[in-house]
């Protein structure tokens, strides 16, 4: 059943993200920024801080499924961004603040360089 929570909210985050797409890009705006990528990226983390907030104040409970549900599938599926944001939050909150910033590093660094050689490579094929 997990699996299927994932999937269904996977499904329904992915469509989000490109609707959030279309909306900023088509009706709102016309630049070459990727601002509807800005837009879900920053979206994603306050929904996911929030629901993290919430949950260790017990002021929310999201138990077993809906929780894989709303933080793996939806939310995953929306934006992957806003887990590495929760993760790099919660390194930091909990002192490890040097940890924190090798996260960042490692990811964002790590990231472009795995874009840039993705892209070298299929360039090249």
Known sequence: ????????????????R??????????????????GTVVV?????FVIGLLAGLLASERLALRG???EFVF???????TTFSTFGLDTFLL????????????????????LIGVWLGYQMGAKA
């Open 65 to 67: 499924h809906w929780r």
């Open 72 to 78: 793996v599938g939806l939310l995953g599926g929306f």
């Open 18 to 35: 490109h609707g959030v797409n279309q909306l900023v890009h088509v009706r709102w705006l016309t630049t070459r920024l990727p601002i």
């Open 1 to 16: 059943m997990t699996w299927f929570a994932i999937a269904v909210g996977g499904a329904l985050g992915a469509v989000a």
């Open 41 to 45: 990226n920053l979206a994603g983390c």
């Open 92 to 111: 930091a909150r909990t002192h490890s603040v040097g940890s924190a910033a090798v996260n960042v590093a490692i990811q964002v660094v790590g990231g």
